[in-house]
């Protein structure tokens, strides 16, 4: 009895510390985003006791313009990236699962090496390639870069959750008349809608997370929310108070998301795990 208290209070501790780690930087920067830049970079560090301020949020929204355009381009690009990776990732599971492909195997084991390639290995080439295009700087280079890096994850997952349904449905459907499109789409994608959220979710978040590409493919016609809060970032100085409104609001759509789409995302990843 001791023995089992004895572990369950430390399992809890343990969890009570990852949690303090995890949200400790996310209050921090919240509750910098409400100083002033004397208080942001105040040494000791103010913690309590200050007067909060709104100062950083009206100088984003009134001075700085370029903020409602990197949240434009944020938002549309995830959009469109989000849509086309699941219209493309949807039939070539289907086609991974049901139809004969040559070197099968081959394809989804290329599928899992590509997901895990570190994504600094393809900007070079990418950024030549958008240049001989004359794509630099647009908003459907970022469009075809995401899309083309969350196909083979969006792939994957919709693969474990077309095989979980069963193929006498489809025999069924065939026996009534449906065409393979027609199975596809009126019995097939049904039955897999809670695997097209989870993919839409995580491509989604993986989207509007980008850092990496539209820094090198992208300036002022192409700049994302997530290269917007580097301009606080100087050779002198860091805007402390402004950096951290800014990256407050840049999580907080995306944390707004997850929480409104929890409940489909539990039961997406715990339908595929038990099918």
Not at 75 to 80: D, F, G, N, Q
Not at 139 to 146: D, G, K
Not at 181 to 200: D, K, S
Request: with cysteine; hydrophobic share 60%; aromatic share 10%.
């Amino acid at each position: 009895m001791i023995r089992r208290i004895a572990s369950t209070t430390l399992a809890y501790a343990i969890l009570a510390i990852a949690l303090v780690l995890a949200v400790f930087p996310l209050l921090w920067t919240i509750s910098t985003s409400f100083k002033t830049e004397i208080q942001a970079n105040a040494y000791p560090p103010v913690l309590v006791g200050f007067h909060p301020t709104l100062a950083n949020y009206r100088y984003l929204f009134a001075s700085s313009s370029n903020f409602y355009q990197a949240a434009e381009t944020s938002i549309a690009v995830t959009a469109c990236t989000t849509v086309l990776a699941v219209m493309i990732a949807a039939p070539n599971a289907y086609a991974l699962v049901r139809m004969r492909v040559p070197a099968r195997r081959v394809l989804v084991l290329l599928l899992v090496l590509v997901e895990t390639m570190p994504g600094i290995v393809l900007v070079t080439p990418l950024f030549f390639i958008v240049a001989a295009l004359h794509l630099y700087d647009t908003w459907l280079a970022l469009i075809l870069v995401y899309t083309s890096q969350s196909i083979p994850f969006a792939t994957w997952v919709l693969v474990a959750f077309i095989r979980g349904v069963p193929i006498e449905v489809e025999e069924a459907a065939f026996v009534d008349g449906a065409t393979r499109l027609q199975t596809f789409a009126h019995i097939v994608l049904p039955l897999v809608a809670p695997g097209l959220a989870t993919v839409a979710i995580f491509t989604a978040i993986g989207s509007w997370n980008q850092f990496l590409v539209p820094v090198i493919l992208g300036e002022n016609g192409a700049e994302t929310l997530t290269v917007f809060v580097t301009q606080f970032v100087t050779e002198k100085t860091i805007a402390w108070g402004s950096l951290s409104a800014a990256v407050v609001l840049v999580m907080a759509p995306i944390v707004v998301f997850v929480i409104a789409a929890q409940r489909y995302l539990v039961k997406g990843l715990t339908m595929g795990s038990v099918k």
